[in-house]
């Protein structure tokens, strides 16, 4: 599998039932303006995304190519137990009075901090050191994957949506991910 298409399936995948996919469609539902709340979590993304993986190759200088392999085999299975955890979206975070393109800005930006998403995008950075700009690319459009439809669809359909086996399933994709990586990376 290419740089990018792993790129894109991990945050894709471990962005199901995250907080910041409740962040979107809380961002939808007060502000009802799909194009600047897009707009801003692509950019949002794009910057966070952007140094988590340069953090993940500066990383990547000090950690033999075997050494990164398991970093990448035991993350997925991290990623695998991490996600059948449900997220809440915190209380404290609070929603800017700025519109919709600012306040999204900010919330998505800060809710990503930390998030397991960025963590993923660093050790895909430490681990494809030499396609920083793919595994960027990748994440932002994994992430943009996961929230535009529900920026979208809203709540309707996101009250509707097996969340609970969805994140089963998922969990069950990041373990043969880290099989594949165990086996071929």
Do not use: C
């Not at 990164?68 to 800017?96: H, N, Q, R, T």
């Not at 990748?138 to 969340?163: E, F, H, Q, R, W």
């Amino acid at each position: 599998m290419s740089v990018l298409a792993i790129s894109i399936t991990t945050v894709a995948l471990a962005e199901i039932g995250d907080k910041t996919q409740l962040l979107s469609l809380l961002l939808a539902s007060r502000y009802r303006k799909p194009v600047p709340i897009i707009l801003a979590i692509f950019l949002a993304t794009l910057l966070n995304h952007a140094l988590a993986a340069w953090l993940g190759v500066v990383v990547a200088d000090y950690l033999s190519e075997e050494v990164l392999k398991w970093v990448l085999v035991v993350s997925f299975l991290a990623m695998a137990g991490w996600i059948l955890i449900p997220d809440k979206l915190d209380d404290e975070e609070s929603i800017s009075s700025k519109g919709p393109f600012v306040a999204s800005f900010i919330a998505f930006f800060v809710a990503e901090i930390g998030d397991k998403t960025q963590i993923a995008t660093s050790i895909l950075g430490a681990q494809f050191s030499g396609a920083l700009l793919l595994v960027t690319m990748g994440t932002t459009i994994g992430m943009l994957i996961a929230n535009v439809p529900v920026v979208l669809v809203g709540k309707l359909s996101a009250d509707k949506l097996p969340l609970d086996l969805i994140r089963k399933i998922t969990a069950l994709l990041f373990a043969g991910l880290a099989v594949s990586a165990a086996i071929w990376g």
